[in-house]
């Protein structure tokens, strides 16, 4: 018993994992096909027909050869996905799927792939109708995600109808990636500014005029002749000279992500209006030359400007969900010499 018990035990795990690995769908043509073969079977077992027996014999070897050359297609590919640098919730992108063909004679024939994402196959696919061995080949399919957040991709399914289109075989390759999708972005005009303790509203540009105001942390993008090379050296970090003109240049994004309810379908919504209008003004911000502060309630990002910070907003606001309102707003209290601008869900 125990000589056999292993033999049993291995076939066992494989048999299950053959079932995970593959699976086998019968088509509309292949339900027609094997209605037919049934109905000649029948009628050369009440006949003893020989033709009907050789009929038969010919229809089964054709649902044999389907299997074996389903099987030689789906073997030994190699499939990846390249996700897009950035992807907007309500704006279509294109994801990029690779298929490699490791077989050294054999090609791989009408082959389907598509994403899975948290357990449900995205709607659309991309089709390879013949890949040689030894040969890569890319395709790409148009998707668009309606709702912000971080998305997670299980997986990729390959799926063949080949040769007779009597069975559709599959397979699932694990290739987990995760989305982060930013919020909405749309062309907004700026706040008119309102005017400031320290002298004439802020110019259309940044500059580098003005009177000494202070010094503060170096951001990426800052000029390299404006830094403060003792006042540095002294506490141990890179600090500029900051000048009246841009201290004004400053603008300060509050948005209100409380929520009596956050699970309630309505309010994430809500805030995601609210985020999308947020994520707008601080992209017309940035590219209008401001240093731009997000605040939230239990979030929060620092000061900063140019395309790093533009990336740094865009991740915060995707990944910001509703609180209770007796989260408090993160940030303390504002400068006054700062502009800011609240955007609260409807």
């Not at 940044?206 to 503060?216: A, I, Q, V």
Request: a positive charge; hydrophobic letters at 45%.
């Amino acid at each position: 018993m125990r000589v056999w018990s292993l033999p049993r035990r291995v076939l066992g795990r494989l048999s299950r994992r053959l079932r995970a690995r593959q699976r086998l769908r019968l088509t509309r043509e292949g339900r027609l096909y094997l209605a037919i073969t049934i109905g000649i079977g029948l009628a050369a077992i009440n006949t003893g027909n020989n033709l009907l027996y050789l009929l038969l014999g010919w229809l089964l070897s054709l649902i044999v050869a389907s299997g074996a050359l389903s099987n030689m297609t789906l073997r030994r590919l190699a499939v990846a996905r390249r996700v897009p640098g950035r992807i907007h919730a309500g704006r279509p992108f294109l994801m990029e799927i690779s298929l490699e063909n490791r077989k050294r004679r054999l090609a791989s024939y009408s082959i389907e792939i598509e994403d899975i994402a948290e357990g449900r196959a995205l709607d659309k696919r991309c089709f390879f109708l013949k890949l040689p061995p030894g040969r890569t080949q890319r395709a790409r399919y148009r998707h668009t995600f309606h709702r912000r957040g971080l998305y997670r991709l299980d997986g990729l399914r390959l799926s063949t109808r080949f040769p007779f289109s009597l069975f559709s075989k599959s397979r699932q390759v694990a290739c987990a990636d995760e989305v982060l999708v930013y919020p909405a972005v749309h062309p907004v005009p700026l706040p008119s500014p309102r005017a400031h303790r320290l002298g004439d509203a802020p110019q259309g540009r940044l500059g580098r005029r003005g009177e000494f105001f202070g010094l503060r942390d170096y951001r990426e993008g800052d000029d390299s002749r404006a830094i403060h090379w003792r006042s540095s050296a002294r506490g141990g970090r890179l600090l500029v000279r900051e000048l009246e003109e841009e201290a004004q240049r400053r603008v300060v994004i509050q948005v209100d992500n409380a929520a009596a309810d956050p699970a309630d379908e309505a309010a994430q919504e809500s805030l995601d209006e609210a985020v999308s209008r947020a994520a707008s003004l601080a992209v017309a911000y940035l590219s209008a030359g401001y240093a731009v502060k997000l605040t939230a309630r239990g979030s929060e990002v620092a000061m900063g400007a140019g395309p790093a910070q533009e990336a740094r907003l865009l991740r915060a606001l995707a990944l910001l969900a509703p609180v209770g309102p007796e989260v408090a707003m993160a940030g303390g209290a504002p400068d006054p010499r700062v502009e800011v601008v609240r955007v609260g869900a409807a």
